[in-house]
């Protein structure tokens, strides 16, 4: 779907005014599970570039895949596993390579006295880089700030427990139930460093925390 050039949308991520700008999921679309044609689930989606959107399509497939691998399965983890990642793994030397850069992440640990396999996403450049990018397109939907700079924003796995109330005093929210939840709050001219804070947490059981500074990388973190 393209926007009218004579419109002059530009795009979320870079701001660039260029003809061919397209419809960009800020989630991406392989981690909804299937659904029928009447699901009337809203999906956030924003102006962007050919060239963003091209740039990050195969960091996206490969944070769907590390998603799926990184913890206990749901309902939609089950469905996205067996209608499109198993399947994908077959395709050629691609599929092999995706299937070798998931077992390249897996890590031995001793869970119970027993010997298990765990991926910890925020390990992996690919998944911080999709991050980035989902709470740049959030900043734009939410009108906090467009065109935000990856440089300005700092992602990681929210390791300590949200402090009670922290969800209840952020001014953004969006959903989609079993696949991800993501809370945000903009901050005022009272904070100095900081523009927004966002929480995310996806599968159910898979969260992470995001910062955008003023400028440059945020120096305020968890």
Not at 162 to 191: K, M, N, S, T, W
Not at 198 to 208: I, K, V
Request: with cysteine; aromatic share 8%; proline share 6%.
């Amino acid at each position: 779907m393209q926007a009218s050039s004579d419109q002059q949308v530009g795009c979320a991520y870079c701001g660039s005014f260029v003809d061919g700008i397209t419809k960009d999921h800020v989630f991406p679309k392989c981690l909804f599970p299937s659904e029928p044609a009447s699901s009337r689930t809203q999906r956030i989606t924003l102006p962007c570039c050919v060239a963003c959107n091209r740039d990050i399509s195969l960091d996206e497939e490969h944070f769907c895949k590390v998603l799926l691998c990184a913890g206990s399965p749901n309902d939609a983890v089950m469905d996205r596993w067996k209608s499109k990642a198993l399947r994908s793994f077959d395709r050629g030397s691609h599929g092999m390579r995706q299937a070798k850069d998931l077992l390249d992440m897996m890590r031995p640990v001793t869970v119970d006295d027993r010997e298990r396999h765990l991926i910890y996403p925020a390990k992996e450049e690919r998944v911080l880089r999709v991050l980035r990018k989902i709470i740049r397109g959030l900043s734009h939907h939410f009108d906090v700030e467009t065109a935000v700079p990856e440089s300005r924003v700092w992602v990681d796995v929210l390791r300590p427990q949200i402090p009670d109330g922290l969800l209840d005093a952020c001014g953004f929210q969006h959903r989609h139930a079993g696949v991800y939840e993501c809370f945000g709050h903009a901050f005022g001219a009272e904070e100095p460093e900081l523009t927004s804070l966002w929480l995310m947490l996806f599968y159910d059981r898979t969260p992470f925390v995001g910062l955008v500074s003023r400028c440059g990388v945020p120096t305020l973190v968890p």
